[in-house]
């Protein structure tokens, strides 16, 4: 069924009635309120409806958790040479604008699943310990991340000659991807089985699987127009891969498993930030 579009908190003035303003909005403080406290109209029926402050939390989450990886890595001497301030206020302003623009999409249910919804207190508390998960994964994955960066068997890409034990780190790893895909396939189906612990919206089905054509088409053109070029090697970094699996993540958060795999995917993306300098131009070669 279709429904009116509301126009009323963003009305026009005509150039005849320029005093004219909404009743709603009648002073400065109130201005002030709406600007730092909402986001969009006041409209309830909306469960995905966001906050100024679920914004704030999810920006400021993914910005602190920066700097706190970057610490940790840093303590680990794996080789992570000290970025200067120029470069940690770039990279901070990279992660923030990119969580920024991930957390304003209708679909983004971070908010809902944390602690800053008014429920009753059961639901605070668990959306607070959903929140701490979250942040601790992307925490405890740099921990293992850079453990691993000391091991020579994960040194290595999938563009150079790799040694048996090498491919059957890859065939695992891509078997978890593989899985995961599975997972997320299986929440598109409002079956029994999923409805008690996984049932995103259809909107947000339906924006996932835009998401996944669009994505896959992006990743095959950058192979088709690298192979036309010879001077080209084509080795997509995680760092690309981390932003498709955030942004595929995103419609379907609607459980604690999820916030981990988005945390997990979170990690990939500042790990980039920390070590390399991505380029654009070059498939983030």
């Not at 999938?158 to 078997?175: E, K, M, R, W």
């Not at 095959?220 to 932003?243: N, R, T």
């Amino acid at each position: 069924m279709n429904k009116a579009l509301n126009f009323t908190p963003y009305r026009l003035l005509e150039d005849n009635n320029v005093n004219d303003v909404d009743d709603n909005v009648n002073d400065v403080d109130d201005m002030c309120s709406i600007v730092f406290t909402n986001c969009g109209p006041d409209d309830s029926s909306e469960p995905e409806q966001q906050s100024c402050g679920g914004h704030l939390l999810y920006i400021g989450t993914i910005s602190l958790t920066f700097l706190m990886g970057y610490w940790i890595q840093r303590s680990q001497e794996i080789g992570l040479r000290e970025l200067t301030c120029v470069e940690l206020y770039g990279d901070i302003c990279a992660v923030a604008f990119l969580s920024f623009a991930i957390s304003l999409t209708k679909w983004h249910g971070f908010e809902k699943l944390t602690c800053l919804s008014k429920r009753p207190r059961h639901d605070f508390w668990c959306g607070l310990v959903r929140y701490i998960l979250f942040v601790v994964t992307i925490l405890s994955t740099t921990v293992v991340y850079g453990i691993m960066s000391n091991i020579p068997l994960f040194q290595s890409s999938l563009n150079v000659d790799l040694s048996d034990d090498q491919f059957l780190v890859y065939v695992v790893l891509f078997s978890l991807m593989f899985l995961i895909f599975c997972y997320w396939i299986w929440k598109l189906f409002s079956c029994h089985s999923t409805k008690v612990y996984c049932n995103p919206r259809l909107e947000n089905k339906i924006a996932f699987i835009r998401l996944l054509i669009v994505l896959t088409a992006v990743t095959v053109i950058s192979y088709v127009v690298c192979a036309s070029d010879e001077s080209c090697d084509w080795h997509v970094h995680h760092y690309f891969f981390g932003i498709i699996l955030v942004m595929l993540s995103s419609p379907l958060l609607d459980n604690w498993f999820d916030l981990i795999l988005h945390g997990v995917f979170w990690m990939l993306i500042l790990e980039t930030q920390w070590h390399w300098t991505v380029s654009l131009d070059s498939f983030f070669i």
